[in-house]
């Protein structure tokens, strides 16, 4: 089955500077990675995904990249602020996220104001 | 509803008691999960419903685990003879099938 790995699993920036998080998946059929951001004590919620189809997506301050042939890919989040504090988790599935997504297992984003 | 609902939104419970714990999807939504989070750990797939279709089941860890949904609408997950380990927030989340998931802000589990 598909594996996801995460990392770094905890990482500090300062406000304003860029963070990168990365994720390698084991399965070559899938094509549909989600990011989430869950904020202390509160739910996951989907703030970017990509599918296979593409090498890139950008929203606003956040964009994902996809290597297909690496196997791999990342979150990057410029201009960071206080409120972007979070844990991060990426995931992978197959056939655009009509099966079960598994998930890394996370990463802790703290930025120091 | 216009979220994904989930009740109790806590629950303590004595260690060998049963407990049921109850998801209610976004309307029209067919697709709904359930995910098991243990303190600072990531998101544990437990069991995937899809329409009509038998659940994928093959995330369950043991057979004191089990859960069914009712009219293609409200789910019901069931723990046995609950133990310490069992401790966990447990997640719900359901989708249109078309990739992202919507999750409801889970039930904390303590077993006592």
């Known amino acids: 089955g598909e594996n996801v790995e995460q990392h770094p699993s905890t990482l500090s920036v300062q406000e304003g500077d860029s963070a990168v998080i990365k994720c390698t998946y084991s399965?070559?059929?899938?094509?549909?990675f989600p990011w989430y951001k869950q904020e202390l004590g509160k739910r996951p919620q989907l703030i970017i995904d990509i599918r296979s189809n593409v090498g890139e997506k950008k929203d606003q301050r956040i964009a994902v990249t996809l290597n297909k042939t690496a196997k791999h890919f990342s979150l990057h989040i410029t201009e960071t602020q206080p409120e972007d504090s979070a844990v991060y988790f990426c995931a992978a599935s197959k056939r655009s996220g009509n099966t079960p997504l598994v998930f890394g297992k996370g990463t802790r984003l703290s930025v120091i104001a | 509803g216009a979220g994904v609902s989930q009740s109790p939104s806590n629950k303590v419970t004595e260690k060998g008691k049963d407990v049921e714990l109850r998801c209610d999807p976004i309307?029209?939504?067919?697709?709904l999960y359930w995910y098991r989070q243990s303190l600072g750990q990531g998101l544990e797939f437990l069991i995937y419903f899809q329409g009509n279709s038998a659940p994928d089941k093959s995330g369950l860890p043991s057979d004191r685990f089990s859960a069914e949904r009712t009219g293609g609408s409200v789910s019901t997950l069931t723990i046995q003879r609950t133990q310490q380990e069992d401790s966990a927030v447990y997640l719900c989340?359901?989708?249109?099938?078309?990739?992202?998931?919507?999750f409801g802000s889970g039930t904390r589990l303590t077993v006592v």
């Open positions: 989340a359901s989708s249109s099938g078309q990739g992202g998931y919507t």
């Open positions: 309307s029209g939504h067919t697709a």
């Open positions: 399965d070559s059929a899938s094509n549909y």
